[in-house]
């Protein structure tokens, strides 16, 4: 993805206040961040450990979506698959992370959940970027364009969903 400074990602969200989205931690070093390895930006909140966050291109538009992390570990000995990478890990590398969706089902509670990279590295696992004894890739035969192709499409499919009421009121 392109380069972001902070006025764009504070700019992008979609389903948190203005003021939320002005107060929110972004990640450090944005300048060094190594964004044309990157499908999406993602990071957890270094001073609330409950939040992620999420700064995409979504149908021409860059999209923030801010997301709530479960307080609970899960069990080390499960394993569990990102519904993004496909990357699996055990124990509590991938999070049931839950976003409001935007617009009036938001604001009526309404929320999207899906199984996410706790540390939403997605883009650096699929590119072997990141590794870790915890974390294996399924041993792929489709190129790496694919797999990156694969991504976007989930992520994709991921903010349609947060993103229903608005765009169809669009
Ligand atoms: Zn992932």
């Not at 944005?30 to 999420?54: C, K, N, T, V």
């Not at 694969?150 to 993103?163: C, H």
């Amino acid at each position: 993805m392109r380069p972001l400074n902070e006025t764009e990602i504070r700019a992008s969200f979609v389903n948190c206040s203005k003021g939320e989205a002005r107060r929110l931690n972004l990640p450090r070093g944005l300048a060094e961040l190594p964004w044309e390895e990157l499908d999406f930006l993602g990071w957890r909140d270094q001073g609330a450990p409950d939040r992620a966050y999420l700064v995409a291109e979504h149908r021409g538009e860059l999209v923030g979506v801010t997301l709530r992390v479960p307080s609970f570990r899960r069990s080390m000995t499960k394993t569990n698959v990102c519904s993004l990478c496909v990357t699996a890990h055990a124990g509590s590398g991938v999070a049931l992370l839950t976003a409001r969706r935007a617009g009036a089902a938001g604001r009526e509670g309404n929320t999207v959940g899906t199984y996410i990279c706790a540390d939403l590295a997605c883009s650096l696992y699929v590119r072997g970027r990141k590794k870790s004894a915890s974390v294996t890739r399924p041993d792929e035969s489709l190129p790496l364009e694919d797999q990156i192709a694969r991504t976007v499409l989930n992520l994709d499919a991921f903010l349609a969903q947060v993103r229903t009421d608005t765009l169809a009121a669009s």
